[in-house]
């Protein structure tokens, strides 16, 4: 046990004792007098979660959650503290622990963007920041940035293949079930590595890596745990002890203006519900799944699928094209109606594609080009599979104009930030609750404006994010994790993963083996010169042999004999001989399991699946349903009622608000500064209420005729008339006041010809214009633009002689009615 009263991995090096012994403090007394936080720079939620922390460590609690929503500044938070804990603590080093290699750079970006409010220097000039790509952890690093993936493989003494990084080592129950039944390859002490290597570790999206195999890793070092995650579930409470620190929910963020909300519309098909059915008799194209090579064929019986075969067993391109026609359809006429250039052009916003495999993300691309008429740079791939730099790709869809679509399986599924993202288009289901929040996630992200603008032109800010369910996948059921499967049905990909993470039993080394056999059968030479490549020359044969021969009692006996044969059999025990022949038995087992690699099994896991697809070109598609959800149309109500009573909370404080409420006469009284004041309390107090939000509630439930006004302010007033009753229905306070000047202009020339000069109209027209922008116009405002140049109060007074104030009084009236 530890000073501190809990298990440790192993005893701290003397030198360590003796290094603490002559800094006086321990870490743990340092940690009770940290400065109070300065805030500047931070957000409310990020402030609170960072003096909670501090709070915990003081408690001497070993883990802590934090708890926030996906673009409320995880990161960020995570280098404030760090920061602190750097400088007021004196931590010697803290491990910021990923999942993924693409989520270690981001963080590392984050570090070296990062710049403390108490210093003008950057914290990559004040501290060592190392991101892991070796074995090799530098002396001098204050923060070290790694995968779990290869903490795990430093700690076991083996090297790690940078493949092995690239996606979520997040287990399926199978898998989970596998582990916990039989030992995985456990780490060991390493003196390279000491468990006081680290004072702090940060486990980053601790919601589905933590468990199982890579519980050793955190378990090694003595170390105060803190996870961030957005989903958590109960597994990460229980882990953490249930010391939740900060919880920072979506719906709070939203509430916050911290991240933007979103709708949902939904396209339905009648193939996607229903399926179809392929004759016996047809003449159709069968496609090589990895080649994608076709060849035509009769059929020789009939063959049904349903909605979960399509682009697994069955293609079906018209299906794909129907959704993607009335995607781009419904953009233009409901979605996103209004971004038109001025040259007429419809301008897509970007939008995100989650596609179900590599195979589907092709054919979705081949057919957005078609049915857009746009060229290759339009629509790109985002997977670690394409031929272009998978970074550079998602950089230029995140800062350039091109490309407006992308298309992924996983890899911008999580952790990756897109925040002119404006659509993202579901043409897979997602069964996992975390999983799905976090897809969702890529489109909550805020921005302001003028980098808005500087990607999508047309766009005038980003108020929400629109979720197209082309695939039900906001209303299918979903689990926490997926069920649990019978041995013989485990997936191929699951096997050569728990064999990959160091799983050591007999019945997963004879399954695969089994299951190699097989494909041995199935592949094509050049499929087998191309295997070679991944597996170190080893073929599947000598792959099989080797799973084989692990749990083979002769070879094992045979191996560990040279051992034995070195002790005098009068000195041996049978402790030895079960020793030698253990020691043989784990050498048999590293020598099959470190065959297989993140590249390999990829590999295998691709080649070995059904090698025909049926591309179904005969069985054309229809839409069936496109329209925004009943929950779209539930949070316009609830968004609509929110404006209408927070109008209502707040009429008698703000005076804009009263005169329209209480004083309808006192309307001509109203100024620019009067609405400015309602914009900017709405802003501060209710983010989630910006005009533009408002407005589109409006459009969803009733028949708005007008195009929303580009001026927020001139919405805003609109959408008060709307609520307090003066208007009937939603219109543009610019348009009302266009139609209320033409409409006095008419009844001052009724019966009396030409009232009005030429001249004095050009006037009329000026105080008109500037009423629409300023709302009021005062007998000061004629020393200013426009009138300035043209005479000012003076040339009025020329113009309309004594009329004049009685005029701009009528016209306050008249245009504000």
Known sequence: MSNYGYSIFSFHKPETIAEWLKKGKSLRERLLTIPALDGTGLRPAQIVAVNNLEHSFKKNRP?????????AGKTFTAATFVYRLLKHVDAKRILFLVDTKNLGEQAEQEFMTFQPNDDNRKFTELYNV???????????????????????????????????????????????????????VPVEYTPKVPIEQFDFIVIDECHRSIYNLWKQVLDYFDAFLIGLTATPDKRTFGFFNENVVSQYTYEESVTDGVNVPYDVYTIETEISQKGETIKAGWFVDRRDKLTRKKRWQQEDEDTEYKRNDLDK????????????REYKKALKTTIYPKRVDSTGEYEVPKTLVFAKTDSHADDIIKIIREEFDEGNDFCKKVTYKIEEDPKSVLNRFRNSYYPRIAVTVDMIATGTDVKPLEVLLFMRDVKSINYFEQMKGRGTRTINNDSLQMVSRTAKNKTHFVIVDAVGATKSKKTDSRPLERQKSVPMKDLLSAVTMGVADEDLFLSLANRLIRLEKQLTEKEKEKLLEYSGGKNLKQMTKELIMAFDADEIATNAQAEIDKIPVQDRTPADIESSRNEAQQELIIQAATTFNGQLNTYLENVRKEHDQIIDSINIDTVTKSEWDTTSIDKATEVVKDFTEYLEANKDEIKALSIFYNQPYNRREITFKMIKDVFDKLKLEKPVLA????????????EVKNEQPKDELTALVSLVRRACGIDKELQPFDKTIEKNFNEWLFQQHAGKHNRFTEEQLDWLRMIKDHVVSSYHIALDDLDYTPFDAQGGKGKMYQLFGSEMNSIIEELNEVLAA
Do not use: F, H
Not at 63 to 71: D, E, N, S
């Open 63 to 71: 883990k802590a959650l934090i708890q926030m929503a996906t673009g």
């Open 691 to 702: 005009p533009e939000t408002v407005w589109n509630a409006y459009a969803t439930l009733e």
């Open 130 to 184: 190392q991101r892991l790509s070796s074995s090799y952890i530098a002396s001098d690093s204050q923060v070290c940035i790694s995968t779990i993936q290869r903490l795990y493989s430093i700690l076991k003494g083996e090297e790690l293949d940078e493949s092995a990084e690239l996606d979520n080592p997040n287990e399926n129950s199978w898998l989970q079930n596998k582990m916990s039944k039989n030992k995985a």
């Open 313 to 324: 067993k069955v293609v079906n391109p018209s299906q794909i094209r129907n959704i993607i």
